[in-house]
């Protein structure tokens, strides 16, 4: 559809996968979409949106000074959307400065800190009777005393706010068994700042990656949830504590009531993707994290006729917005290429020989209606340069 340059546009910070999602989220409308990114990601070559290369978000003045600049250009009020932690956490430290010339559909730091920082999410959950796995905070290293004693193994240690945990550590996260692996990851992490922003000790529920769901859902600025989707993961990378690749929506009751509960008590407005896992010994979702912004499968809710990003900008101008919700929805959502790689011998050359399968079991695991996370037949390029960019 072509744009019409007088409607009040879209600017998406980040343009990979979930950037595209939210990209391709406004496809069917004539409202503009400009894509931003540090540099030229495979989202920006989606047909349905223009692009700009901005400032890296670890820069944050400089990334914040061409936003503003950025807006000054435009007639119209921007809807800002933000597709990572490294966008999100900057645009609503500066909020105050951005919202001459942009609307960002997210509540204030003040609403998003308790949920956010794991540091006040499980107290805030215990407080409302929401089940998460027994947790303790790190803020130094002598924090680590005496944990080996006061916790059951095994554990699962990641950060309280994720911005550079990966990127110093080379894991999301990490599954502890004893206490030998505990001492040798404490020395790693004593050799970084990562205790500053906290860092999360917490007993690990066992199960399967299948036992991980995700409800993404759209919060009015009454805390209402007014639209969402739920699923649970099939795949991920690394296997136990990574990034899906591969998920099947399906309605779970149960977690739409504790994600209600939680976003109400906490106020919270704005797309939100939180997860949590089933407990197979008390037959439970306890709360494991929420993120205050889309995630890596968002366009699975758009595959079941459920549009968050379009409810969102639709909501912050002020217009009238129906519930969306699809429970009877069952489909696949995969990134076809990492899927198969990682599936059939992806997993034995990164060390995880386990998690491998074969072809035929492969195919068990997608069974049903499947949607692929990049390709379209009207949009296609951006699925062949994501390619070059996985495997070059």
Wanted: charged content about 25%.
């Amino acid at each position: 559809m072509k744009k019409n340059n007088s409607l009040n546009p879209v600017v998406v910070l980040g343009a990979g996968i979930n950037g595209l999602g939210i990209i391709r989220s406004f496809e069917k409308t004539p409202i503009p979409v400009i894509a931003m990114s540090w540099y030229k990601d495979y989202g920006m070559s989606s047909r349905f949106c223009t692009y700009e290369i901005c400032p890296n978000p670890l820069q944050e003045e400089l990334l914040i000074d061409f936003l503003v600049e950025y807006g000054e250009k435009s007639e119209q009020k921007i809807i800002l959307f933000a597709t990572s932690d490294l966008f999100l956490m900057p645009v609503i430290k500066y909020k105050e400065r951005l919202t001459e010339k942009f609307i960002i559909p997210v509540c204030d730091w003040s609403k998003l800190s308790p949920l956010i920082e794991k540091e006040f999410l499980y107290s805030f959950a215990d407080k409302h009777d929401i089940p998460s796995p027994k947790t303790i905070i790190v803020k130094n290293i002598a924090d680590f005393d005496g944990i080996a004693d006061k916790m059951m193994f095994p554990l699962i240690i990641k950060p309280s706010v994720n911005i550079t945990f990966s990127q110093q550590l080379g894991e999301k996260a990490f599954i502890i068994s004893d206490k030998k692996s505990l001492e040798e990851l404490i020395k790693k992490i004593a050799a970084t700042d990562l205790c500053k922003d906290g860092i999360v000790v917490q007993e690990y529920i066992p199960g399967e990656v299948t036992d991980l769901y995700t409800i993404t859902s759209y919060a009015n600025k009454n805390s209402e949830i007014i639209g969402y989707s739920i699923g649970h993961k099939i795949r991920q990378y690394p296997p136990q504590t990574g990034t899906i690749v591969s998920g099947k929506i399906e309605h779970v009751e149960e977690i739409y009531t504790n994600a209600d509960k939680l976003i109400k008590a906490g106020g919270f407005y704005g797309i939100s993707n939180i997860e949590f896992k089933r407990d197979a010994r008390d037959n439970s979702y306890k709360l494991m994290e929420i993120n205050p912004r889309t995630g890596v499968w968002n366009s699975s809710a758009l595959a079941c006729g459920v549009n968050l990003p379009l409810m969102a900008y639709r909501d912050a101008l002020g217009e009238k917005v129906e519930k969306e919700f699809n429970k009877e929805a069952k489909l696949v959502w995969l990134i076809l290429p990492l899927d198969f790689y990682y599936a059939l011998w992806g997993y034995k050359i990164k060390g995880y020989p386990e998690a491998s399968i074969s072809f035929r079991q492969w195919l068990r695991s997608l069974k049903g209606k499947k949607v692929e996370a990049t390709f379209k037949w009207n949009d296609f390029i951006p699925f062949f340069k994501g390619l070059l960019l996985k495997f070059r």
